[in-house]
Nanobody, 115 residues
């Protein structure tokens, strides 16, 4: 059973940074385009950043220039470096392949940006 386990979330002040990790099991994530998604309270889940198997990255306009997605295929892990965090970045963050597959959603990791 494919499973993604997200970690690294927490509570930070505006302007702070966090690094999220997504570890994959029962799947070789290197074979897939991967992405980070987020869901804020009362809102639909949205795509934040994606990275191809070759390492090309794309970002939502709202995070461009602040977030960086990367992958370590040897560790079967995808990362999201988040800098200059804003209150509107508060959400539960998930990883999945791109496009996402329903059975692969994990529990996510909570990111809260508040002063």
């Amino acid at each position: 059973q494919v499973q993604f386990v997200e970690s690294g979330g927490g509570s930070v002040q505006p302007g702070g940074s966090l690094r999220l990790s997504c570890a994959a099991s029962a799947i070789s994530s290197r074979m897939y385009a991967m992405a980070w998604y987020r869901q804020a309270p009362g809102k639909q889940r949205e795509l934040v950043a994606g990275i191809t198997s070759g390492g090309s990255a794309n970002y939502a306009d709202s995070v461009k220039g602040r977030f960086t997605i990367s992958r370590d295929n040897a560790k079967n892990t995808v990362y999201l470096q988040m800098n200059s965090l804003k209150s509107e970045d508060t959400a539960v963050y998930y990883c999945n392949i791109l496009p996402p597959r329903q059975p692969m959603w994990g529990q996510g990791t909570q990111v809260t940006v508040s002063s």
